[in-house]
């Protein structure tokens, strides 16, 4: 049970977020809107960082 719950958090929950937050970043800079920028800039970084901060609790 142990490796499906890192395969989601290392591998899948990662490239979800990844793809969002470059969606809201490409949204927010072509609408001007400030708001979508820095929440896909801070969705992106949360992406890169999640898979350390919950596998290293996880195992």
Request: with cysteine.
């Amino acid at each position: 049970m142990a490796i499906v719950g890192t395969t989601i958090f290392s591998h899948i929950l990662p490239v979800v977020f990844g793809f969002l937050a470059i969606v809201m970043i490409i949204s927010g800079s072509l609408e001007e809107s400030k708001t979508k920028l820095a929440l896909g800039i801070v969705l992106f970084i949360m992406a890169c960082a999640f898979p350390y901060v919950v596998l290293s609790v996880l195992v």
